[in-house]
Protein backbone atom coordinates (compact mmCIF):
# COMPACT_ATOMS: atom_id res chain seq x y z
CA UNK A 1 0.00 0.00 0.00
CA UNK A 2 1.21 3.37 -1.19
CA UNK A 3 0.88 6.26 1.33
CA UNK A 4 0.36 9.70 1.27
CA UNK A 5 3.11 12.01 2.61
CA UNK A 6 0.74 14.23 4.60
CA UNK A 7 2.85 17.98 4.90
CA UNK A 8 0.14 20.28 6.46
CA UNK A 9 -3.70 20.92 6.74
CA UNK A 10 -4.49 24.60 6.60
CA UNK A 11 -8.27 24.37 7.24
CA UNK A 12 -11.42 22.00 9.00
CA UNK A 13 -12.52 20.32 5.46
CA UNK A 14 -9.38 18.95 4.93
CA UNK A 15 -9.16 17.78 8.36
CA UNK A 16 -12.26 16.31 7.86
CA UNK A 17 -11.60 14.62 4.53
CA UNK A 18 -8.72 13.23 6.03
CA UNK A 19 -10.17 11.70 9.27
CA UNK A 20 -13.78 10.92 7.31
CA UNK A 21 -13.21 7.23 6.85
CA UNK A 22 -11.92 6.72 10.71
CA UNK A 23 -14.43 9.04 12.56
CA UNK A 24 -17.86 10.50 12.10
CA UNK A 25 -18.18 14.35 10.90
CA UNK A 26 -20.19 15.07 14.16
CA UNK A 27 -17.23 13.71 15.98
CA UNK A 28 -14.53 15.59 13.69
CA UNK A 29 -16.35 19.10 14.07
CA UNK A 30 -16.50 18.86 17.63
CA UNK A 31 -13.25 17.95 18.29
CA UNK A 32 -11.47 20.16 16.42
CA UNK A 33 -14.01 23.36 17.88
CA UNK A 34 -13.13 21.73 21.59
CA UNK A 35 -9.49 22.33 20.59
CA UNK A 36 -10.15 25.71 18.92
CA UNK A 37 -11.64 26.84 22.10
CA UNK A 38 -8.72 25.66 24.24
CA UNK A 39 -6.35 27.62 22.04
CA UNK A 40 -8.05 30.45 20.85
CA UNK A 41 -8.90 32.13 24.62
CA UNK A 42 -8.71 35.37 23.01
CA UNK A 43 -11.70 35.15 20.45
CA UNK A 44 -15.74 34.75 21.24
CA UNK A 45 -17.12 31.45 21.19
CA UNK A 46 -19.01 32.20 18.05
CA UNK A 47 -15.94 33.12 15.89
CA UNK A 48 -14.12 29.81 16.98
CA UNK A 49 -17.32 27.87 16.01
CA UNK A 50 -17.29 29.52 12.12
CA UNK A 51 -13.50 29.30 11.90
CA UNK A 52 -12.69 27.89 8.84
CA UNK A 53 -8.74 28.32 9.32
CA UNK A 54 -6.84 26.14 11.62
CA UNK A 55 -3.54 26.40 12.65
CA UNK A 56 -0.66 23.79 12.29
CA UNK A 57 -0.62 23.73 16.57
CA UNK A 58 -4.43 22.92 16.30
CA UNK A 59 -4.35 20.37 13.41
CA UNK A 60 -1.49 18.83 15.78
CA UNK A 61 -3.52 18.28 19.04
CA UNK A 62 -6.50 16.54 16.79
CA UNK A 63 -3.50 13.84 15.50
CA UNK A 64 -1.77 13.65 18.75
CA UNK A 65 -5.27 12.57 20.06
CA UNK A 66 -6.81 10.71 17.41
CA UNK A 67 -3.67 9.53 14.93
CA UNK A 68 -2.61 9.67 11.84
CA UNK A 69 -5.37 9.47 9.26
CA UNK A 70 -5.35 6.37 7.20
CA UNK A 71 -3.22 5.80 4.33
CA UNK A 72 -0.78 8.86 5.33
CA UNK A 73 2.47 9.48 7.08
CA UNK A 74 3.35 12.94 8.48
CA UNK A 75 6.50 14.65 6.72
CA UNK A 76 9.57 15.21 8.72
CA UNK A 77 9.00 18.84 9.24
CA UNK A 78 5.54 17.66 10.70
CA UNK A 79 6.83 14.93 12.55
CA UNK A 80 9.71 17.14 14.29
CA UNK A 81 6.83 19.44 15.72
CA UNK A 82 4.59 16.77 17.05
CA UNK A 83 7.03 16.14 18.89
CA UNK A 84 7.83 18.87 20.23
CA UNK A 85 4.68 19.48 21.13
CA UNK A 86 4.81 16.38 23.07
CA UNK A 87 7.99 17.19 24.67
CA UNK A 88 6.19 20.65 26.18
CA UNK A 89 3.42 18.91 26.86
CA UNK A 90 4.85 16.85 29.44
CA UNK A 91 7.16 19.60 30.45
CA UNK A 92 4.12 21.79 31.43
CA UNK A 93 2.05 18.24 32.83
CA UNK A 94 5.50 17.89 35.36
CA UNK A 95 5.68 21.69 36.09
CA UNK A 96 1.80 21.46 36.96
CA UNK A 97 2.53 18.05 39.44
CA UNK A 98 5.37 19.95 41.02
CA UNK A 99 3.71 23.18 41.79
CA UNK A 100 0.50 20.63 42.91
CA UNK A 101 3.23 18.71 45.00
Known sequence: MNLKILNYIRNKSQLQALFISQFPADYIRNEINAIIQKTRKSS??????????????????????????????????LKIKLQDYRENLAKENRSKSLIEN
Open 44 to 77: TPGTNYFAKNISTLEVLIFIDTNGVPDGHLLSEE
